[in-house]
């Protein structure tokens, strides 16, 4: 009996995932309201304290906010969020059990590397643009002083609600593609905040740092979406973004794609030899 094509594992891929993370568990529990809370706690937190400080006696001058830094915290926060769970769920999948449970399910071990991807990617793209529109509405709103310049309807509010799912759905890619490359779960999720938090962001600091940092992915996905940044885009906003979804696409290739058909090749190999023995 012939088996199951590569569309077919993946699709029971993404049902598997669901099936596994219905209910209690970690992505609904934890993962996904923090995806939420995490920016808007800390972006209007931020926001009625200036707006408090911009109510007091003697205040001359206003610095207002435009639409192009209202949503900092969402790319910053929430996206991180999502591709650290991703990366966390896909190393977890060698530990115990499961792995060879996974083994016996997908003979094709990308498969389910790519529904993850897909999984993860479409609810972190889903949350961020529900978090995107809750910021955008509201800013202007309750904060008018500082935020009131906010319009989810100028360019910018409309390039945030494209270009920033793409991104979140991209950094999940690399996520599973950490996840494939480092199988332990804690160790996956401690080098990808490195990656996104410290390495790219102090790269300048090194000899030729602003000529390095002008590559660095994350970066260049953030100046991609609109978000003010001093960090200038290496390849433009658009060619920028399109940097990051093509490193997403060679990191996964690299670490989930190339190593399975490597290994699939090697037991074909094998298999062969010993029949021609016998």
Known sequence: MNSPGPATLIR??????WTRTTGRSFLWTAAVPLTFLLPLSVTFGIAAVAERLADLPGQSYVATVSTTNSVYWVITLSVSVMAVTAAYAHASQWRGETSDLNAFL??????VALARWFYYGAIAAVSTVVVLVVVMVTLPHQFPQIYGAVDIGDPAGIRFLWT??????AACGVGVAVGS???????AVAVLLFWVHVAEISMNLLP????????????NA???????VAFVPRFGRDGSLLYFVLVSVALFVTTAVIPALMHRI?????????????
Request: cysteine-free.
């Open 12 to 17: 029971r891929g993404v049902a598997a995932e």
């Open 208 to 219: 030729h740092g602003y000529t390095l940092q002008s590559y660095a992915p994350f970066l």
């Open 106 to 111: 997908f003979p094709r071990s990308w498969t």
């Open 164 to 169: 920033v799912p793409s991104y979140a759905f």
């Open 222 to 228: 953030v100046a991609a979406t609109g978000q003010e």
């Open 181 to 187: 490359f480092i199988r332990t779960p804690s160790a």
């Open 266 to 278: 090697s037991m074909y190999r094998r298999a062969t030899f010993t029949k021609s023995r016998t």
